[in-house]
């Protein structure tokens, strides 16, 4: 059974703008240790960054509201097969209590704009 949808879209300059500000700012505050690494890893970081932005967004829809920090929801990538949504933390209770038994991820970019979709399976 389907819990919820949720679908976002980023502007991959406004991402690049916020990445290039001094200080923790978004990047430290948002993605984690391994979200960085591998969007750093990339040619272009800041399709990446927010593509993985937009996931997080999208999975706060799906869930219809709070659903834990920034950085207990990530995306994981495998070497082989799609990305996924990992939660941990306060992000994974609140999904346990809506009844969440899987989450589905898919996303996209180009040079200008990022997107994610999160479907919600209980």
Not at 4 to 12: C, R, S
Not at 23 to 39: K, M, N, Q, W
Not at 66 to 72: C, T, V
Not at 92 to 119: C, F, I
Request: aromatic share 6%.
């Amino acid at each position: 059974m389907i819990l919820g949808i949720g679908t976002d879209l980023l502007d991959v300059a406004r991402m690049a703008r916020e990445l290039a500000k001094e200080g923790a700012g978004l990047r430290d505050t948002v993605f984690t240790p391994a979200e960085i690494s591998y969007c750093e890893g990339k040619r272009h970081p800041a399709r990446h960054f927010a593509a993985r932005f937009a996931a997080k967004e999208a999975f706060y829809k799906a869930l219809g509201g709070a659903g834990g920090a920034w950085r207990e929801i990530e995306v994981e990538n495998a070497s082989t097969g799609p990305p996924r949504l990992v939660l941990h933390g306060s992000a994974r209770e609140a999904a346990d209590r809506r009844g969440v038994h899987a989450v589905l991820l898919s996303l996209s970019h180009t040079d200008g704009l990022a997107m994610a979709s999160v479907v919600l399976q209980g």
